[in-house]
Structure formats: C-alpha cells, structure tokens
C-alpha cells in the first residue's frame, strides 16, 4: 500500500522475547542497504519494572508497525539490543539494537574454507547462528577469485576480511549479489530487478495526491559527465597481466577517470568488475531524499519511478535506505533517500 492511499491510522507493537511490551510509545528504524544492520531505538513508559530492565542481560526485540485499525501488523525489524536505558525521572525505557546481521558483524574469525563456492560459505554461516538461508546457489569455489596454489580461501591473507560479515560483503561484491538480514534470514542473491517499481508522484494530478511531503533531488556534476573506469590486474599463475576498461558514452568531453588495482583476475573477471564499478559510480550522479508519510512498501534495494518533475530526475530510483519514525505524538512518517538506478 503507497502513502497516496487511504489510511490514516498507524499503530505500533513491540515484541520484547516474544511478549508485548507494555507502554510502547515510540520507534525509529533506519533499514539500510550497502551491506549495513539496520538499527532500531524503542521507547516505552516505565512501568515500575526500571530494576529488571537494569539487570537484563538480553532482549530479542521485534518491532512492528501497522497501518490502520484492522489490518495485521507487519515485523519492521528483528534483531538484539545492544543498549538498554532506563529515565527514573521521566519514567522512559528506552531499547536500542540492530538486525540480526550483527551476530555476523562481530563474529571475528579466521577460517579457512576449502573447495567451498559463496552461496555454501553463506549457507553455513547462516546456520552457525541459527538463521534462515535464502540464498542464491554459485558454482565457483572462492579459491578461484584469489588464484591461491592451494584450494582454500585465508581470510587475513587473502580476502583481509576479519568478520563473517565482511567476509559474505566481499564474496556478495564478487558476485554481483545483494547481502541483507530480514526477521531472521539471511540473504544472499542478485539484484531483483524482475518486480515491477511501484510508481510515486512528485506532485498532485488527477489522479491522487503527491506521494511526497518534501523531496530533494540533487545533481553530483562531478559524475554528470564521462566516466572511465580501469581494472588492472596481474595474474600470478599465468604469469601475465591483464587491463579492461569499462565507459560511458555520453560525449561529454569531460572524463573522470578512476583506475583500481586487484590481483590474480582473469580478462573476463576484470572486465565485470570494471563495469560493476563503473555502474556504482554513475548511479551517484543523481541523488534523492523524500519526505513521505509512513508506508510499509518500500525498502532498501527495491525501485521505484518518479514522475512529475518534468526533468531528468522522472526515471527509476534504487532505495539506498529507509528511516521510519512512529509515535504517539507525531504519527508515522519516512524518509528515503535513493540514487538513480534501473530496475530492468
């Protein structure tokens, strides 16, 4: 459901260890992309308990939001605190915490795996604590992007990851893939660029009203021309050294070039991340941000189509985050800020 639709009565529910927390008053979650946790912060009255929230050890906190009297409450977030905070004056409880992907962000580690592809890295990392996999299967053993004499992938020495988190973050970067925690899966697959974008409206017309409360749209000139991107790489197996050039073709005249340096990949293999690179590059030249009613709908990595600015900015953006605000007192609003991006 879009904000442009009829609704006008959200609700919020927090789940502390799976029971209802009493005197819920107030959430604020940014879900991010990028590799990043998404992070909650919850306020609660205090109701006479400030000495067993003193002495919580833990808490598995699932935030949830709905958007009118009578439909069902949809899980926002899930994830631990990492704080918990107590006002005696005011009588605040206040919970703070991330998703689930921060079990991996501070599982330091130096495994080595052995003849394993990504997507069996990610599966068994998922299960080591305890989440879901949805994972997209990859056939190449990691060993390869790194071209080692042997059949294993060292983090210090080879990936210079040194957590589980960065660990899937390098391997989701080698293989195009999006990497995210929701509820309690962990994610590991392509882009979806199959799911069509839902269409938002700069401005009122005939049919509805704008979807936006204020919207931001910004120009980076440094990216607004050509842009050139190099990879060079020598192959120390094959004994020979490789250079792919990938560029757009806007007949600016005025080229940024960047040139990036990674060893052991094949003519092929540069030639992707070259056009990776370049593609995260270009996707900054233009920038949004959104004011909006809250909605349940949009999320990092989906896309969406803006029309009725009658400039370049109408196109399709990709969602780099939301940050949702719900509370007695102001209500539910988000804010979104995307790059411009395709969804085809």
Known sequence: MLPSEVWRAPRLRVLADGVPLAGAIEAHVVSAGGFFADFFR????????????????????????ALDPFGG???????????????????????????????????????????????????????RHNLAADVQPTTTPVGRYWELEHDSLTL??????????DLLATLAGWEGFDLWVSGSTLHFRPPDTLTPPPVLSAVASATGPADFARLRLD?????????????????????????????????????????FVVPNLTPDAALLLAQRRLAELAGHELLLRAEMPGELALAPRGFFQLVGTGTPFDCVWRIDEVERHISMRDGFSQVVRARAGSAA
């Open 42 to 65: 919850v306020h609660a009255a205090l109701a006479g308990d400030a000495a067993a929230w003193a002495a919580r050890d833990s808490v598995a906190i699932d935030v949830q939001m």
């Open 219 to 259: 120009r980076a000139l440094a990216f607004a021309g050509d842009i050139s991107v190099t990879v060079k790489s020598w192959h120390s197996r094959a004994g020979s050294a490789t250079v792919q050039t990938a560029s757009t073709q806007r007949g600016s005249g005025n080229v940024q070039s960047y040139v």
């Open 156 to 165: 210090d020495a080879g990936a210079r990851a040194t957590t589980e988190w």
């Open 73 to 127: 409450f949809a899980s926002i977030v899930q994830g631990n605190a990492d704080a918990v905070g107590i006002d005696p004056i005011a009588g605040v409880l206040t919970i703070e915490g991330r998703d689930y992907a921060a079990q991996l962000i501070e599982a330091r580690t130096q495994e080595t795996f052995a003849n394993r592809t990504s997507s069996e890295i990610a599966t068994i990392l998922a299960g």
